[in-house]
């Protein structure tokens, strides 16, 4: 069965980091651009950051851009976001995701097909 398990989220101070996690199983995520995306309190789903299947090309949004980093491991089948000089603003619930087998990434959140549950991120003081 396909699928994307989120973790790592959890209670940050502003300034603070955090790394996050997705384990995918049944599918091999280097064959995959992959995508992470968030959705904050009030607001609606946000592109955060793709990968392309060899890690090739790397976007981020303006937003976080400078401060997270985005990473696969090809031999554990995972990915990573690396969240750096946490704002508050940063707080949402975070999504991994598997762009279509036959789609670039392209900043944006069109031609997702696969989601992980989410993995909740609060940064306060």
């Known amino acids: 069965q396909v699928q994307l398990v989120e973790s790592g989220g959890g209670l940050a101070q502003p300034g603070g980091s955090l790394r996050l996690s997705c384990a995918a199983s049944g599918f091999p995520t280097s064959t995959y651009a992959m995508t992470w995306a968030r959705q904050a309190p009030g607001k609606g789903l946000e592109w955060v950051s793709d990968?392309?299947?060899?890690?090739?090309?790397?976007y981020y949004a303006d937003s976080v851009k400078g401060r997270f980093t985005i990473s696969r491991d090809t031999a554990k089948n995972t990915v990573y976001l690396q969240m750096n000089s946490l704002k508050p603003e940063d707080s949402a619930l975070y999504y991994c995701a598997r762009r279509d087998y036959y789609s670039d990434v392209d900043r944006s959140l069109a031609y997702i097909d696969v989601w992980g549950q989410g993995t909740l991120v609060t940064v306060s003081s």
């Open positions: 990968i392309y299947n060899d890690a090739s090309e790397i």
